[in-house]
């Protein structure tokens, strides 16, 4: 039996380190071969919570400068899509707010994505770890294939 | 042309990322090399005279294994999909990542034989996660 794979959208969950491209070139593969939707998915981090620190002026500021950064990360992920599109890709883009692993899982459910595709690491640093634990949990609790793109330290 | 390999060792995990890599393999018109890594048995005593059979049937009983599985899925080359087959010895990872030095994707059941079920990956697909040059696909069976 040659069972056919349901063909779906491919999420592709980037975190604008410097090997943001190669993850996207491979969900670009993916959803070309298929002829499917790729959704350019940023997670960003919550608002930084400041234990001891309640002055209002501080959180006033920091919010304000979040504010700052999750619109400057939306624009450079609207602009990938819109170049993905002028390319013959469709590409949507997606930022969200809060627990990485969980949002990533939660945009694949909402999208009915059939393929997810992240980096090996992330943004974290913790380079001596063999898989990075976004990817891992990632790929522990998802219910689609995982592409995981190697992504390692210079060092 | 481009190069999928899978990892395959007979598991319900490497199965289903047997049928994954075959449609890819479809979908990108590449070629699809199947991959099986058979291990001599580690022991951790002397066995009896005659209890463990000579590695060349291991080798011969994992080439079955293999061709008993694509039976048993109906994945054969064709003119869509150019498939090759490989049994090796040695350690499964480091098998597979040897057949994938020059692959496009490298796929691999999120769990095979021999993995401990508290593992958070399999251990074999952990590796490959881990070492692999290429994009690894981690398919799950369920």
Known sequence: MTEGRIVGDVVVAIDFSDRTDAVI??????????????HLLHVAAGEPVLAGYDKDEISAFTREARAGELTDEHRRLRETAEQLGAGGVDARALVVMGPTAQKILEAVEHV???HLVLGSHGRGGLHHLLVGSVAEEVVRRATVPVVLVPVRGTH | MGKIVVGVDGSPGSRAALHWAHEEAKLRGA????????QFPVMTSLPAFGAVPPPEDLGADAERTLLAVLSEEGIAASDDVPVSTVVTEGAAAAGLLEAAKDADLLVVGSRGHGGFTGLLLGSVSHQCASHATCPVVVVRSD
């Open chain 1, 25 to 38: 070139a491979e969900g670009v593969a993916l959803a070309r071969a298929a002829g499917s939707t790729l």
């Open chain 1, 112 to 114: 009915g994505a059939s």
């Open chain 2, 31 to 38: 070629t699809l090399e199947i991959v099986t890594v058979w």
